[in-house]
């Protein structure tokens, strides 16, 4: 599918969540959940390369993880600047470089180092190309280095099918101001209350427990599903298949469960 006529803005959309919810807390969410995947105790001596950096949440908990260097960009001018806030916060550390690029830019990547640790959550399938967005992290890693992404699957999203939401997100992105806020309401009132009101205390529960999540807050990441256009999504043997097959690398952990599988690849051991 191709996302060439709209693309949702999600730097704003990070820029308000570091407006409104961020915290010290969350990025030791963050940091715990990026070592616990990665499965390592910290990140000393390693270069992290964070594609699609957002709100810059992750790239500033590598640097808390002990990061050796890190290097941040995201296509988005937003995201750039949500990011650069975060880094300002961190006391502007001169091993940590934010820029602005695309993964589908060739000429742009050449300009990159080779990562320890290539980290693209929930980023790649955004891009209107995104196997071609997976297949080119790879000359970004080190011979040694590790690949961790997350990539929206093709399971049902609250029972009910990729192509309805693909429909969702592309009535969203032509709605104006008063539209979107309206089918942010929908979607709670249908999918997280269900229709009643008696669930409202269960629902606030959720939202405060929701930065257990990676650091993330409900209704943000609630605007980036609604929003989030280019959209593709994939099996996750679909990208194995891809990953290990096409590109060469090998499977080293896995997470599924929510609307996003992890993924940690590395290159065959044997073949260091």
């Not at 407006?19 to 910290?42: A, G, N, P, W, Y």
């Not at 300009?111 to 209107?128: E, K, M, Y």
């Not at 969702?168 to 709670?188: H, I, L």
Request: net charge neutral; proline share 4%.
């Amino acid at each position: 599918m191709s996302g060439d006529e709209l693309r949702f803005g999600f730097g704003q959309n990070w820029e308000r969540y570091l407006r409104e919810r961020f915290s010290e807390e969350r990025v030791q969410i963050s940091k715990e959940h990026l070592l616990r995947f990665l499965q390592v105790t910290d990140l000393r001596g390693k270069y992290v390369l964070d594609i699609g950096c957002g709100s810059g949440l992750h790239s500033l908990a590598a640097l808390r993880a002990g990061a050796e260097r890190i290097v941040s960009f995201d296509f988005d001018a937003h995201s750039v600047t949500a990011t650069e806030m975060l880094r300002k916060y961190a006391g502007n550390p001169p091993n940590w470089t934010v820029l602005q690029g695309s993964i589908l830019d060739n000429q742009f990547l050449e300009t990159i180092d080779p990562a320890d640790i290539v980290h693209s959550w929930g980023v790649l399938h955004h891009t209107g190309s995104m196997w071609q967005a997976v297949e080119n992290t790879k000359p970004l890693m080190k011979p040694d280095g590790s690949l961790y992404i997350a990539l929206y699957v093709d399971d049902p999203y609250f029972g009910l099918p990729m192509s309805f939401w693909v429909d969702v997100k592309q009535r969203y992105n032509k709605a104006g101001w008063f539209g979107t806020k309206r089918m942010e309401w929908w979607y709670f009132w249908r999918f997280h209350l269900q229709r009643n009101p008696a669930n409202l205390p269960e629902l606030l529960r959720q939202a405060r427990d929701y930065k257990k999540n990676r650091g993330m807050d409900l209704y943000r990441d609630a605007v980036d599903w609604l929003g989030g256009w280019p959209f593709e999504y994939a099996s996750v043997d679909e990208v194995k298949n891809f990953v290990c097959g096409k590109m060469g690398l090998e499977l080293r952990n896995l997470a599924t469960g929510q609307a996003c599988a992890e993924y940690l690849f590395g290159f065959p051991r044997e073949t260091r």
